[in-house]
Each structure stands twice: as structure tokens, then as C-alpha cells.
């Protein structure tokens, strides 16, 4: 969410799972998302600070400028406010 970022608008997938025991650091300014690809799936984050809602910020999953390759077969099932998300064009970014 940085717009003076070389990488500003790209995305990188990685699969987390059980079997391969990989994490995922987001360092602070990107934006994250997942997709669950099974029944059910235990996902924790670690982080740098408290949680402030206020301070959330949610993009539009399926926002084409970005055209995250999402591992989803057939229309996701999407949290209330992850369908409400803003285009990256409209969204709140940092300098």
C-alpha cells in the first residue's frame, strides 16, 4: 500500500499448509489476503502491533488492476466487508 514502491499494484501467491510448514511475513505497508482451499483451515497471524479496526483498510479481492490468480474453484465465500473493498485506485495509500 505503498505508492512509491517499485512493486506498488503487484501481487506474489504462496500455498500455506500443514504438510509443507510454511509461513508468511508480511512486512508492514503491504497489503495481505487467503483463500482457504479446503473445508476448514486454522489461520494465525503474528503481529508487529495490536489490531485497530479503525486503521483497517480492505481492498476489492477481484480488483482487475491487480488481478490477484485467486486458487478458488467456482465464487469464493466472502466476509462482509472483504465484498465491500475498494479498487486500489481508490484506496487509502501510503506515500
Not at 8 to 26: H, I, P, T, Y
Request: aromatic share 14%; glycine share 6%; hydrophobic share 40%.
Amino acid at each position: 500500500m505503498r505508492r512509491s514502491s517499485p512493486n506498488f499494484g503487484k501481487w506474489v501467491g504462496v500455498e500455506l499448509s500443514a504438510d509443507n510448514k510454511r509461513q508468511l511475513w508480511v512486512p508492514p505497508g503491504f497489503a495481505h489476503g487467503f483463500a482457504v482451499s479446503s473445508e476448514t483451515a486454522e489461520f494465525l497471524y503474528k503481529t508487529t502491533d495490536y489490531w485497530y479496526p479503525e486503521h483497517e483498510r480492505i481492498l476489492l479481492w477481484c480488483d482487475p488492476t491487480i488481478d490477484v490468480q485467486w486458487p478458488t474453484m467456482g465464487a469464493p465465500k466472502l466476509a462482509a466487508k472483504d465484498a465491500e473493498g475498494k479498487v486500489l485506485a481508490k484506496a487509502d495509500a501510503f506515500a
